[in-house]
């Protein structure tokens, strides 16, 4: 077991995501940054679909209550076990008792915390990861106990890597959305020129940004929505739909981000900013 | 994929031959959704050959005719409440459209309603075939939280919310069954192409219904439709 003695801002269990369930209105939900997922899982020698702990700006403390390997990734929140500071990407080694607790928020926005065996909660639709109303809660409550299985002894195959973060990137690529051409040449000037910034209204949802281009006026019928799609309202505000986001909205779809700009940008918090590259 | 873009029963079951047909192919990792004139077909886990899928799909359209398979297609009658403990905007919405609740209630439940899209929540139903005595713009201020099962009017829409949330429809009653239960093998009863009419319970079948409802024993009556 893993108890939570404090959850921190937004704390929650996530797997690759809630898949085959599109055509019922569930979003893929998953951790926001796979990149950083998919390394922790893999230094610790676990299923890609291994479910860890996603931590956002401010850190949970927890305890260990059996011996077990973690991998921490993505966002540095000046993590330390029992005190002692930690790395990311580095395989450590916790016995029955340790505290994991996390401190100062250094670089990006989301940190990942990965187990040995993944984290055993409950699947609901096939994942374990947290989406209200599809799983009981949200995020992750104080006081909390979360499964893993118990390993005593692991050799992993590499126990450490040393890697430049992939989120300190200024600019997204994407690529045009369905309705890109209703952009006039002043939208697309604008689009393709201005830096955009983080607004307070950013979450798994969606990221709104905080500047507008010139509005519109074109009305369409509601279609799919995917991560990383660029909505367009009226107003000329830009909405990120990211994993929870909706499956189906009827605002304009200009833009796409590729798969490695919703990773940079699940790592953005209010007031950062970056600018579009059209791929 | 996109069709025309018009809000009509032939181009949904165009989409939905499409469907079948793709769905026959049986390839692993593809999801689709319809929404009124679109098809998103999404595949998460693995590489796509954008080519490649793309022949596939058209010549799976040009062959969309020939699939057998149909799926069963149902009309669900579902319960609404609309008293006014649930209908929180029912007299307003019935002075506006210059009709009595009673009016405004009976025209409510004589239409079936297409299904043309689920999405935006789980379980959210984009239903059309809304009479226009009906129509009536949306609340000039959106509320910031509307009750799970609240069944709103905007504009030439219909619904019932799925969940708690922000929304800015008039709301005229409540549906006291879950449409989306995350707890059974088939979350979602309804499928696009299927057909919804509403009727009007007491609050006393309401809140029996709920509780039905909540431990997931309601059984919604359906009625084939011919293909």
Redesign the interface.
């Known amino acids: 077991m893993l108890k939570v003695l404090k959850s921190g801002f937004f704390t929650s269990i996530q797997d690759l995501?809630r898949?085959?369930?599109?055509?019922?209105?569930?979003p893929?939900s998953g951790a926001m940054d796979n990149n950083s997922v998919k390394k922790a899982n893999l230094l610790l020698d676990n299923e890609p679909d291994a479910a860890v702990m996603e931590i956002t700006m401010t850190g949970p403390t927890l305890l260990f209550e059996a011996p077990t390997f973690i991998c921490l990734s993505g966002a540095y929140l000046s993590p330390t076990l029992n005190n002692e500071p930690l790395d990311n990407y580095k395989v450590i080694k916790v016995l029955k008792g340790d505290i994991l607790s996390y401190g100062k928020l250094v670089n990006g926005f989301r940190s990942y915390l990965a187990i040995k065996g993944g984290f055993q909660t409950v699947k609901?639709?096939e994942s374990r990861s947290q989406y209200f109303?599809?799983?009981k809660y949200r995020c992750l409550k104080d006081r909390n106990e979360i499964d893993f299985k118990e390993t005593v002894s692991f050799s992993p195959t590499i126990s450490e890597i040393k890697m430049e973060s992939h989120f300190d990137l200024d600019y997204l690529e994407v690529y045009k959305g369905?309705e890109f051409s209703i952009l006039s040449d002043n939208q697309l000037a604008a689009l393709f020129s201005k830096t955009f910034s983080v607004s307070k209204e950013n979450n798994r949802m969606a990221y709104q940004l905080s500047e507008l281009i010139e509005g519109h006026k074109t009305s369409?019928?509601?279609?799919?929505?995917?991560p990383g799609t660029v909505q367009f309202t009226p107003a000329g505000r830009l909405i990120i739909l990211m994993k929870d986001g909706?499956?189906?909205?009827g605002y304009p779809r200009i833009l796409q981000l590729s798969e490695a700009s919703i990773n940079v940008l699940a790592q953005k918090k209010f007031g950062d900013t970056f600018s579009f590259k059209l791929l | 994929m996109?069709w025309p873009?018009k809000?009509e029963e032939s181009i949904l079951e165009d989409i939905l031959q499409f469907v079948e047909c793709f769905k026959a192919l049986n390839l692993p990792?593809w999801?689709?959704?319809?929404?009124?004139?679109?098809?998103?077909l999404?595949n998460?886990?693995e590489e796509v050959d954008f080519e490649n899928i793309n022949e596939l799909i058209l010549e799976c359209y040009s062959k969309r005719m020939d699939s057998k398979v149909k799926n069963e297609r149902f009309l669900w009658k579902i319960p609404v409440c609309y008293n006014i403990d649930f209908g929180i905007d029912i007299e307003e919405v019935s002075k506006t459209l210059k009709l009595s609740v009673k009016e405004l209630i009976e025209l409510h439940t004589s239409f079936e309603y297409m299904v043309y899209?689920?999405?935006?929540?789980?379980?959210?139903m984009?239903l059309g075939g809304l009479p226009e005595a009906l129509e009536i713009p949306r609340r000039k201020e959106p509320r910031l939280s509307v009750a799970k099962g609240s069944v709103g009017l905007a504009s030439k829409q219909t619904g019932i919310y799925?969940?708690d949330s922000p929304g800015g429809w008039n709301i005229i009653g409540s549906c006291p069954i879950p449409i989306?239960n995350?707890k059974l093998e088939k979350?979602?009863f309804v499928?696009?192409g299927d057909k919804i009419q509403f009727y009007e319970i007491s609050r006393a079948e309401y809140d029996l219904r709920k509780i039905e409802g909540e431990v997931g024993i309601y059984k919604p009556e359906k009625i084939a439709l011919d293909a």
């Open positions: 995501g898949f085959g369930y599109r055509d019922m209105g569930v893929v609901v639709l109303p599809v799983t369905p369409m019928l509601t279609s799919g929505t995917l909706q499956t189906t909205g | 996109e873009n809000v990792n999801e689709m959704s319809a929404a009124y004139n679109s098809l998103t999404v998460f886990r899209g689920i999405g935006f929540l789980p379980g959210f984009y799925p969940q989306f995350p979350p979602c499928n696009v």
